[in-house]
């Protein structure tokens, strides 16, 4: 099972994703946006993760 981030690595995965929604706005590319479901699916696999372990 994956380690849940700390709220400053939170953080920067979160001012990642958007620097990547500001570059893809600038120019579209398969690349960035890619990049973008990459990171926002593994940081909704964490919140997931952290919500579950929460519940236990």
Known sequence: METPLKTD???VLIQEI???IH???DDPNQ???DKVIELTDYL???ENIK???RDL
């Open 9 to 11: 690595d939170q953080i």
């Open 18 to 20: 958007r620097g990547l």
């Open 23 to 25: 570059e893809f706005q």
């Open 31 to 33: 690349a960035t946006f």
């Open 44 to 46: 909704c696999k964490l």
């Open 51 to 53: 919500h579950h372990n």
